[in-house]
Antibody
């Protein structure tokens, strides 16, 4: 079964660090683009980052220089390292697959993990 | 930065047709996807590459595009279709979402 399961969310203090994990099953983490999308409470969807099949990465301006997306092919796992978070980073973070075969549509989403940035 | 514009809300009566629009600069040159998100749930892809429907998505969902405006149409809208709907496109190697449209089935 194709599935994405996020973990690692929680309460984090401004200026701290947190690593989100997304366990991938049913396909290989490097076979498609993998993305992180977040949703602040009561707000819309906001794209955060992508890692392409070749390993190149890209980030939204709002997190560039603070967040790092990575993957471990041997563990079939995607990560998002959140450094120096801000209150405005508080959101549900979704791991998602952007399927190359579907024109990079985001066809699989995880259940999300909540991150709260507060002192 | 690139922006996609959606109306904040649309209302429709059960059994009627709902249309949700999404506009953006040069959107005609990009593929558009549509997602619905019910309260407390993860988004679900309902249309990709402007007008294709993933397996498992009911035929009442359809997509189209004219010029720089894409439209999601829900024919014979049902109460279960009440949700937030987001359009999405890629621009300069980044993912862009519209602000979302809340569909109310009244």
């Amino acid at each position: 079964e194709v599935q994405l399961v996020e973990s690692g969310g929680g309460l984090i203090q401004p200026g701290g660090s947190l690593r989100l994990t997304c366990a991938v099953s049913g396909f290989t983490v490097s076979s498609d683009y993998m993305t992180w999308v977040r949703q602040a409470p009561g707000k819309g969807l906001e794209w955060v980052s992508v890692i392409y099949t070749g390993g190149t990465t890209n980030y939204a301006d709002s997190v560039k220089g603070r967040f790092i997306i990575s993957r471990d092919i041997s563990k079939n796992t995607l990560y998002l390292q959140m450094n120096t978070p801000r209150a405005e980073d508080t959101a549900v973070y979704y791991c998602a697959r952007s399927a190359v075969a579907m024109g990079n549509a985001i066809d699989i989403w995880g259940q999300g993990t909540m991150v709260t940035v507060s002192s | 930065s690139y922006e996609l514009t959606q109306a904040p809300s649309v209302s429709v009566s059960p059994g009627q047709t709902a249309s949700i629009a999404c506009s953006g600069d040069k959107l005609g040159d990009k593929f558009v996807c549509w997602y619905h998100q019910k309260s407390g749930q993860s988004p679900v892809l309902v249309i990709y590459q402007d007008a294709k429907r993933p397996s498992g998505i009911p035929e009442r969902f359809s997509g189209s595009k004219s010029g720089n405006t894409a439209t999601l149409t829900i024919s014979g809208t049902q109460a279960m279709d009440e949700a937030d709907y987001y359009c999405q496109a890629w621009d300069s190697s980044t993912v862009v979402f519209g602000g979302g449209t809340k569909l109310s089935v009244l």
